[in-house]
């Protein structure tokens, strides 16, 4: 019997090698197919999707944009993961960001809350030699002292712009509140004070509004909101925004794309900065806060959650549904009459494909309004490289400061800088 075992080992021994090496290299195999697939490494690149009518002033700037019309190039081996790209920009930033130096403006509110923002002047003349500020509104609880802020700032300052970056109400951990309210969704109080602040004290100047993702509704929302908001703005940037608090709250709740893992994320890091300001927000008399909403807060886990027991509160909203739909830019941007660039990708992980039919249906109608939609670029990364390590400077900056470097000169060269007005009919028709 050992005899016969023993004849039967050293016939299938011989085997066992190449079985193994076969379930190594199907193993080897199936990891390489993961990454692929989860990199899109065979996702070819491309140039933006733009949706604009044909008219003289957007000719010119897709002329005058040529980084508009071309490829956007993402580092090779992650760059065409949109949540590899939203990831770094979350976790980073940016590489080797710069440090401009600003001055802190407090300015008091109505309401007894105090709005910051940070003012960097300009390190050399604009190309036109006139004098322009660019107001910037940042992302979701977000400030000047963020890395991808920072960096815009420097690239701007350099190309002659002066910059005024809005700290939402909350948002610095080193900056106490002095009223029982912070920054909401579209609450354009603190922006609007900034730039009536920007007006007063340099009359000359005309204004660049940008906005990120947050940001974006924000600042749609503020020019929207009435006319003579519009007065001396040349043009309006707005990077990655969702464009409908009520459309998108749907699609937070859902697995596709991980969005529900980035509004867990997102909801806890918007308890951390409600909760560094717990005495202010809940411990004033004037505060609309009671002991249960602190409790709600604790167990909260998706920023809907937050947004009906907390936010909407800070204006007396009485349900989500009407919080949302107040606070929204897709029932304002349609008044936007000046240049407006809506900029998106495809593959930001927290905008939902459907909620991009907004901006895209909007340029289709206004001649004022030009839609970008790229292939990659996940949510405020657009990092650029050649193959692993990103460069300093996003695509993302480098087409704001086009777009806005174009709309200058044309205002430069078609009649004198701030003179030119936009008016808009009812159909979107330019008259």
């Not at 409908?244 to 806890?268: H, I």
Request: proline share 6%; glycine share 6%.
């Amino acid at each position: 019997m050992s005899a016969q075992v023993e004849a039967d080992v050293r016939t299938i021994s011989p085997e066992m090698p190449a079985m193994f090496d076969g379930m190594k290299l199907a193993a080897v195999a199936t990891v390489l197919y993961v990454i692929v697939r989860s990199l899109n490494l065979k996702c070819p690149t491309a140039a933006p999707d733009i949706t604009c009518q044909d008219t003289p002033l957007n000719r010119y700037l897709l002329k005058s944009c040529p980084i508009l019309t071309k490829e956007y190039i993402p580092p090779l081996l992650w760059g065409k993961s949109g949540h590899l790209q939203t990831a770094l920009y979350g976790k980073m930033g940016r590489v080797k960001s710069p440090k401009p130096c600003g001055l802190r403006k407090y300015l008091p509110m109505p309401d007894g809350a105090t709005a910051t923002f940070d003012l960097f002047e300009p390190q050399s003349i604009h190309s036109t030699g006139d004098d322009i500020t660019m107001v910037i509104c940042p992302g979701i609880g977000n400030h000047s002292e963020k890395h991808y802020i920072r960096t815009f700032v420097d690239y701007s300052q350099k190309q002659g712009y002066r910059c005024a970056v809005l700290n939402h109400l909350g948002a610095l951990p080193n900056i106490e509140l002095t009223s029982p309210r912070m920054f909401t969704y579209g609450c354009t109080w603190e922006f609007s004070a900034m730039v009536g602040y920007i007006k007063r004290t340099f009359p000359q100047t005309q204004l660049i509004v940008v906005g990120f993702s947050l940001g974006g509704n924000i600042a749609c929302k503020y020019l929207g909101e009435n006319p003579a908001n519009q007065e001396r703005v040349l043009c309006c940037v707005s990077i990655c925004q969702g464009y409908s608090a009520l459309r998108a709250q749907e699609t937070f709740l859902q697995w596709d794309q991980c969005r529900r893992l980035y509004n867990f994320l997102m909801a806890d890091n918007m308890k951390k900065i409600i909760l560094s300001h717990r005495a202010s927000l809940f411990g004033m008399s004037s505060s609309n806060m009671e002991a249960a909403d602190l409790s709600h807060l604790y167990t909260a886990t998706s920023l809907m959650q937050i947004d009906d027991n907390i936010m909407r509160k800070f204006h007396g909203h009485n349900s989500l549904k009407e919080y949302y739909e107040k606070e929204s830019c897709v029932h304002y941007i349609h008044n936007i009459s000046v240049p407006l660039l809506l900029m998106n990708s495809s593959d930001d992980p927290l905008v939902h494909q459907s909620l991009l039919t907004i901006p895209r249906t909007l340029a289709e109608k206004k001649q004022n309004v030009i839609f970008a939609l790229t292939l990659h670029g996940g949510h405020l990364g657009f990092f650029e490289g050649a193959v692993l390590f990103p460069q300093p400077l996003s695509w993302m900056d480098k087409v704001i400061v086009s777009y806005a470097n174009a709309i200058c000169q044309w205002e430069k060269h078609s009649e004198p800088c701030g003179k030119k007005t936009y008016l808009v009919r009812g159909d979107g028709k330019e008259v």
